[in-house]
């Protein structure tokens, strides 16, 4: 979809574009609610910036979408196809690092009750596991905004790959 389709589009549809870049109602209708748009640039600044600061509960129903680090997304709609392209980039897994990976991931979810999430793409799984660890640390407050701020990365990323930037 283009920037000039999505300024067009009606209510329904521009948020039905919106909603596999992050499914949080308030900022897929803050940002619909801007339109029309002049540049793709000022849209994704207002993308990194809407609904700012997500609640407890958006970011609880955000993450039920989202794949643990190092697993394939399942389904096959627009959302776990984005969630799919963006591991992809991890390559193939050596043993070791997708082990401690796994090891972080379980550990992650049994001090925060909730799934990991980092933007994938552009990041090795070094790096993955290097964030992973380093966030181990953080207090859930600390990592409440954390999470937000990824959260914000990836639905970012996500609109500027399906409004054709």
Known sequence: MLLDDFN???RAEAAAALRPCLDIERWIEEIVGLRPFDSTEILLQTAGRAAEPFTEAEVEAALAH??????RAAGNGVEARLSQSEQ???GAPDPAVAAAIAAGN???EEKFG???LIRAAGRSREEILAALNARLAHTPEEEQ???GQQLREIAV???EG???A
């Open 8 to 10: 067009a589009a009606g």
């Open 66 to 71: 989202h794949p643990r680090i190092g697993e």
């Open 88 to 90: 992809a980039s991890l």
């Open 106 to 108: 379980r550990s992650y």
């Open 114 to 116: 909730q799934v990991f």
């Open 145 to 147: 905004v954390v999470i």
């Open 157 to 159: 990323l996500r609109l």
């Open 162 to 164: 399906l409004i054709g």
